[in-house]
């Protein structure tokens, strides 16, 4: 058994050195625990935790509910530290996850407009599904969706608004605040 292991790793080892390719470095990931009932007073829409990873080619983020999503999640992701606000704003329909879209704003907008000075972005790839055995929403966006001139971002900082019926029912990790800054894997 030993033999077999050691074979395996050094053909494993000797690949590595002949062609170059090492394993990609992990992706920075962060995560927030929020207190329940911290929003509005409902039940439905008050985000407990988020979890992003900045990986090399998407952006993950897991939003979880104290009981049931809302109608409308916004993610936003601030991938340039000179500017003031969030770049873009992903929005995932509560009930439909997979209808969901990529908007470049200005600022941050109200809870059902994406944002002032909204552009809807074509992302093939962007995803996000509700999780059958628990009240999370997990949305994945392709970093080349996040593009600002030629660039993908080679950071970016998260925030996160759940909504019900045209009102804020919960931000984390805070109104209008965001995550650490998450650098993708050089």
Do not use: K
């Not at 000075?117 to 992302?123: F, M």
């Not at 093939?124 to 030629?150: F, K, M, Q």
């Not at 029912?169 to 050089?186: F, I, K, M």
Request: charged share 25%; hydrophobic share 40%; with cysteine.
């Amino acid at each position: 058994m030993y033999a077999v292991r050691d074979t395996c790793a050094a053909v494993l080892v000797a690949v590595t050195l002949l062609t170059g390719h090492v394993a990609p470095a992990a992706a920075e990931s962060w995560a927030t625990d929020d207190p329940a009932g911290d929003g509005a007073p409902e039940q439905w829409g008050d985000v407990v935790q988020v979890r992003a990873n900045h990986s090399l080619r998407r952006v993950w983020v897991r939003v979880t509910y104290a009981h049931t999503q809302g109608d409308l999640l916004n993610v936003y992701l601030d991938t340039r530290a000179r500017n003031e606000g969030p770049e873009f704003n992903v929005q995932v329909n509560g009930d439909w996850p997979d209808q969901s879209a990529v908007y470049r704003i200005d600022d941050f907008g109200r809870p059902y407009a994406p944002g002032r000075g909204a552009v809807e972005r074509e992302c093939t790839g962007l995803r996000s599904w509700l999780l059958d055995d628990e009240p999370t929403i997990l949305v994945r966006v392709p970093r080349r969706c996040l593009r600002v001139g030629a660039n993908d971002p080679a950071r970016v900082r998260v925030s996160v608004l759940s909504a019900n019926t045209l009102a804020v029912v919960d931000w984390a990790p805070g109104r209008r605040e965001y995550s650490p800054w998450l650098r993708h894997p050089a």
